[in-house]
C-alpha cells in the first residue's frame, strides 16, 4: 500500500475487554514498531520487530500486552483484559531497514477504556 | 533516567519569530538524530534527521547535533502559523523518542 495503515482508527471497549489493533506496514519495509502515546504526552515504545529477529519486547508495559508480525508483514497488538489507564493512541510505524532513518507512521488507533 | 528529555512545552510565539527546540540523551551508542513533527490527531512525519555532529538546513529548518554534550536542537526560522505542531526528537538506530513539544506560532 501507498502507507502505513491501521485499523481500526477509533475503538471503545469496556473495562475487563480484549481487544486486537492491527497494522499494515508500507510493502516491502522490514522493520515495524508500535508505540502508544497518551493525551499531551510523547512516544512510549512498545515493541519492534526486525525482519525474522526475535522482538524486542522491552516496552511492553504488562504481560496482558502482546504483539505478533505474521509473514514480515501485517502485525497485531493485543490487549487482554483492558484497564482505563490502557486508554490512548497506540500508533504503529514502519521502516525500510535496520537503519531506521526514517519510520513512516500510521494514524493511530484510539482506545477509549469505559 | 529517559534516554530522551524533551521539554514538553507548551510553547507559543509570535508568527516570523526564531523558534528553538532541545533534547538531551544519554546513551552515546545513539547514531541518527532527527525530528518529527505531528499534527493533531495524525501519525507523526519525519522532518528532517542527521548522523554528524553540526548543523544541516533544510528551508526555514535547521538541526544541529553536538554529539560530545549529547545535545540536539532543531530552530525554525520566520514561523509560520502553519508550523504549530508537536515537534518530537528521536534517535536511532533503536528508534526513540522525546517527549515531543508543543508548539503554536500565534498570527
Known amino acids: 500500500g501507498a502507507g502505513v495503515s491501521q485499523s481500526p482508527s477509533n475503538k471503545v471497549t469496556e473495562k475487563g475487554k480484549d481487544v486486537e489493533l492491527r497494522c499494515d506496514p508500507i510493502s516491502g519495509h522490514t522493520a515495524l514498531y508500535w508505540y502508544r502515546q497518551s493525551l499531551g504526552q510523547g512516544l512510549e515504545f512498545l515493541i519492534y520487530?526486525?525482519?525474522?529477529?526475535?522482538?524486542?519486547k522491552s516496552g511492553l508495559p504488562s504481560d496482558r500486552f502482546s504483539a505478533e508480525r505474521t509473514g514480515g508483514s501485517v502485525s497485531t497488538l493485543t490487549i487482554q483484559r483492558t484497564q482505563q489507564e490502557d486508554s490512548a493512541v497506540y500508533l504503529c510505524?514502519?521502516?525500510?531497514?535496520?537503519?531506521?532513518?526514517?519510520?513512516?507512521f500510521g494514524q493511530g488507533t484510539r482506545l477509549t477504556v469505559v | 533516567q529517559k534516554e530522551v528529555e524533551q521539554d514538553p512545552g507548551p510553547l507559543s510565539v509570535p508568527e516570523g519569530a526564531i523558534v528553538s527546540l532541545n533534547c538531551t540523551y544519554s546513551n552515546s551508542a545513539f547514531q541518527y538524530f532527527m525530528w518529527y513533527r505531528q499534527y493533531s490527531r495524525k501519525g507523526p512525519e519525519l522532518l528532517m534527521y542527521?548522523?554528524?555532529?553540526g548543523n544541516k538546513e533544510d528551508g526555514r529548518f535547521t538541526a544541529q547535533v553536538d554529539k560530545s554534550s549529547k545535545y540536539i536542537s532543531l530552530f525554525i526560522r520566520d514561523s509560520q502559523p502553519s508550523d504549530s505542531a508537536t515537534y518530537l526528537c528521536?534517535?536511532?538506530?533503536?528508534?526513540?523518542f522525546g517527549q515531543g513539544t508543543r508548539l503554536t506560532i500565534n498570527p
Open positions: 510505524a514502519s521502516t525500510r531497514d535496520r537503519a531506521n532513518t526514517e519510520a513512516f
Open positions: 528521536a534517535l536511532a538506530q533503536k528508534l526513540v
Open positions: 542527521t548522523y554528524s555532529s
Open positions: 520487530f526486525q525482519g525474522n529477529s526475535a522482538p524486542d
